[in-house]
């Protein structure tokens, strides 16, 4: 099992850049896929990225390619959002999660691990 702790949320001008990280602590790291979701007000949660256990493979939901970078770095224990290029839409809370899968996991149902989240506000 994993514990999971989001940081770096926080208000930033549309055009701006933040970077989340996602600590874990308890069982090794590097034994989990991760992926990034979040929820905007009023509408479903969704994927955002993902990355496989050692961080050779990644995905990215189509609307933020190019603008999102997912990584991490197992000797840490964490894995990053960087957000670049940030528009009002992407308003939201963040979640971080982690599967047992090996691979990158696309599907919700396949992360078991949740943090408690932090919220990006864009402003216009």
């Known amino acids: 099992q994993v514990q999971l702790v989001e940081s770096g949320g926080g208000l930033v001008q549309a055009g701006g850049s933040l970077r989340l990280s996602c600590a874990a602590s308890g069982r090794t790291f590097s034994s989990y896929a991760v992926g990034w979701f979040r929820r905007a007000p009023g509408k479903s949660g969704m994927l955002v990225a993902a990355?496989?256990?050692?961080?050779?493979?990644?995905y990215y939901t189509d609307s933020v390619k190019g603008q999102f970078t997912i990584s991490r770095d197992n000797t840490q224990n964490t894995v990053y959002l960087q957000m670049n290029g940030l528009k009002p839409e992407d308003t939201a809370d963040y979640y971080c999660?982690?599967?047992?899968?090996?691979?990158?996991?696309?599907?919700?149902?396949?992360?078991?691990?949740w943090g408690q989240g932090t919220q990006v506000t864009v402003s216009s």
């Open positions: 990355i496989n256990r050692t961080g050779g493979s990644t």
């Open positions: 999660a982690a599967s047992s899968g090996y691979a990158v996991q696309k599907i919700t149902g396949s992360y078991g691990y």
